[in-house]
């Protein structure tokens, strides 16, 4: 093991299960520049490319679907993470929900389906709010696709002139303010607050800036609540269950800053504090389809209500490896439940 360069496994020969692993080992190398480790893939130097905000990116499937099909193998998953704009309501004029609704409306989920196709493959699983898509949580997708700041059509039209009715009502006729969005100095990132500077200033006309920080100065003014809005993966799921991300943003002794509602306890106390409660509920009772019920409420509450966060559509990743990788696959939501599938891989070479 090197920090920063390199981890060595070994296949365990005392292990259980008779037989396996198949693999005598991994060597996993650590390659931060996404060129560096896409040319070696293509050039079979490593036979995995990444998983999880490492995936390729639109383009490399792209290139791998023109000119090398029949080497590579991509492998579309429903990510672990969803993407979100994170909004601190510390700030004004974000104290107010109706600004925080004009926002929400303002946005055309689809155009951000359109913004990061990835060659043949759709990025971004629409409609979704904040579980997972294609659990038992997850709304309904027409009632979602129903509900202001999903629709389409006439639909979006009518919210975006809502949108900007809101901002009149609540700032003055005209009158707009300009914020900045921080995210993480990579590709991935920066494409969610590109995107979002767009939707605001060409659908309600407020001007957002582009404050992109290295990881670590990230971390630092997350915790220090110091930044306008934030874009990254908002929302969290490890087995696609309702307190693996509701726990992280709704209930204080258990919140992670990178997830929760900012500010949210002083901006909207009554609704802060009565979707905390929601959360407790939910989580304690054992009753599944009781539980998906109130799920349901606390989703309906978030997507009409409180406006503590925007979500955009659920993130797919494109994880790639080379034809000659044996018995690996990956399904949705697959960053923490995957290791299983190691004892069973094998290389065809």
């Known amino acids: 093991f090197q920090v920063d360069v390199e981890t060595k496994v070994r296949r365990n020969p005392t292990y ?78 974000f104290d107010n929900v109706n600004v925080r609704k004009a926002l929400h409306l303002a946005m055309d989920r689809d155009q951000w389906i359109d913004f990061t196709q990835a060659g043949t493959q759709v990025a971004a699983k629409r409609p979704t709010n904040w579980m997972p898509p294609g659990t038992i949580w997850a709304l309904p997708d ?42 993480q100095a990579s590709q991935i990132y920066i494409d969610g607050c590109l995107f979002f500077q767009d939707q605001m200033k060409k659908n309600v006309n407020v001007e957002v800036t582009s404050d992109f920080v290295e990881s670590a100065v990230q971390g630092e003014r997350g915790r220090a609540e110091q ?44 609704m802060a504090t009565e979707l905390e409660a929601m959360v407790r509920a939910q989580s304690s009772e054992l009753d599944v389809a009781k539980r998906r019920d109130m799920v349901w409420e606390i989703e309906r509450k978030l997507a009409t209500e409180a406006f503590f966060q925007i979500p955009y559509p659920w993130t797919f990743i494109f994880p790639a490896w080379s034809k000659q990788v044996r018995g690996w696959t990956l399904g949705p939501f697959p960053s923490q439940i995957k290791w299983a599938q190691f004892e069973r891989t094998w290389l065809a070479r």
């Open 227 to 270: 930044y306008d809005v934030h874009y990254g993966s908002k929302v969290t799921t490890n087995v696609g269950d309702p307190d693996d991300y509701y726990m992280l943003s709704a209930v204080p002794e258990f919140e992670s800053w990178y997830y929760k509602n900012t500010g949210a306890f002083n901006s909207s106390s009554a």
């Open 142 to 183: 027409e009632e979602i696709m129903a509900l202001p700041g999903w629709r389409r059509g006439q639909g979006k039209i009518d919210d975006i002139a809502e949108a900007n009715r809101l901002l009149d009502e609540a700032l003055g006729k005209d009158v707009r303010f300009s914020i900045a969005c921080m995210a």
């Open 16 to 93: 259980w299960r008779e037989g396996l692993p198949l693999l005598d080992g991994m060597d996993q190398f650590i390659i931060t520049d996404g060129t560096t480790r896409f040319t070696a893939l293509l050039t079979g130097q490593i036979d995995y490319f990444g998983e999880g905000s490492a995936s390729l990116l639109a383009g490399q499937v792209e290139q791998v679907q023109k000119s090398f099909s029949d080497t590579i193998h991509i492998n579309p998953a429903l990510h672990s993470w969803g993407k979100g704009i994170q909004i601190n309501q510390n700030r004004p004029p």
